[in-house]
C-alpha cells in the first residue's frame, strides 16, 4: 500500500478507512536491512511521515505471524473481525 504523496513509500498491508498500516520486519535474526543503522534511520523516517498523516502502524515479524500475536493485534487494532477480511 502506497500511503505517502511524493515518497515510494510502501507498508505490506493496510486498511486506509482505518487508518491502519503492517509492516512485515524481515531479517530480524539474520541481520536484515531492518537492523542496519542506515536501514533503522530509513525505517524511522518511513514511520514517522506515515504517522504525521495519521497512519497508525502496526510493526510485526514473522515469529509474530506465526504465533498469532500479529492477528490479534490487528483485530485489536480494528475493534473488529470483519474488518480483516478487506486488506489493500
Known amino acids: 500500500y502506497k ?10 498491508l493496510a486498511w486506509p478507512a482505518y487508518m491502519l498500516a503492517v509492516e512485515v ?23 514517522n511521515e ?4 495519521g497512519l497508525r502502524v502496526l510493526r510485526v515479524t514473522g515469529d509474530q505471524i ?7 493485534w490487528l483485530r485489536r487494532a480494528l475493534g473488529r473481525q470483519g474488518a480483516l477480511a478487506a486488506p489493500w
Open 25 to 47: 520486519e524481515g531479517g530480524v535474526w539474520r541481520g536484515g536491512r531492518h537492523t542496519s543503522g542506515k536501514g533503522f534511520t530509513a525505517d524511522c523516517e518511513k514511520l
Open 3 to 12: 500511503f505517502h504523496p511524493k515518497r515510494k513509500w510502501r507498508f505490506d
Open 50 to 53: 506515515a504517522i504525521i498523516l
Open 66 to 72: 506465526d504465533d498469532g500475536s500479529a492477528i490479534d
